[in-house]
């Protein structure tokens, strides 16, 4: 039996009392999706779309939010309380998409909106895509990162004991197992063990410059 179908709706209260509600993505959220990226700063965009973005085309909100949940699978939260009129109000996406070459492995990425940032969402939504992708039979994720800078040769030395990493051109490929956490981790609980979640915090801090391959789960090349 899979936790995270689409009946899925799980309530909870990040760090500083925030009520939110995940749910799975839905090709009703396009509106939901723009709304989010309009409210995240110039920074925040240019960190997710390497490079000046000021909008979401229909293809791109169409590649974003019709999917199967099987080979691209994406979970949002909202606000509890809306925006006061009924309106949902977007506060944070995460997703993966399987390999092509390798069905077991997958490309993942979180982004939370700026006004969250600091509050526990990203973990908790880090926590339930782990958890989704080991019930599809996703094992690891995989991330291409560029190794130019010293930041990610720190990074590299703080997670090798833990993930396989090749090296070719300049580019760092990174496969790490999926942490086992339940389809329930208490978010208030300590943060996931292992070199996975040091490289999702790494990202969040921009210590970590992606590759195209990475890109897509952003925008379509």
């Known amino acids: 039996m899979r936790h995270f179908t689409a009946d899925y709706v799980e309530r909870a209260v990040v760090r500083?009392?925030?009520?939110?509600?995940?749910?799975?993505?839905?090709?009703?959220?396009?509106?939901?999706?723009?709304?989010?990226?309009?409210?995240?700063?110039?920074?925040?965009?240019?960190?997710?779309?390497?490079?000046?973005?000021?909008?979401?085309?229909?293809?791109?909100?169409?590649?974003?939010?019709?999917i199967d949940q099987e080979h691209h699978f994406a979970l949002g939260a909202v606000t509890e309380d809306g925006d006061g009129r009924g309106e949902p109000i977007g506060a944070g996406v995460a997703r993966f998409i399987r390999l092509p070459e390798s069905p077991e492995a997958a490309e993942a990425a979180v982004a939370v909106v700026d006004e969250m940032h600091g509050r526990g969402l990203g973990k908790l939504l880090f926590l339930r895509l782990c958890a989704a992708a080991a019930e599809r039979g996703v094992e690891r994720f995989r991330c291409e990162v560029l190794g130019s800078n010293t930041g990610m040769r720190a990074l590299i030395e703080e997670v090798s004991p833990g993930p396989q990493i090749q090296v070719c051109g300049g580019v760092m490929t990174i496969d790490m197992a999926i942490p086992d956490v339940s389809p329930a981790e208490p978010v208030a609980g300590p943060p996931p063990a292992g070199p996975m979640y040091q490289l999702f915090r790494a990202v969040a801090v921009d210590r970590v410059e992606w590759t195209f391959a990475v890109r897509r789960l952003w925008r379509r090349e």
């Open 16 to 66: 500083d009392g925030t009520a939110v509600r995940l749910r799975l993505v839905t090709p009703d959220d396009k509106p939901l999706l723009l709304a989010g990226f309009r409210r995240m700063s110039p920074q925040s965009r240019y960190a997710r779309f390497f490079g000046p973005k000021d909008t979401l085309s229909g293809d791109e909100l169409r590649y974003l939010t019709e």
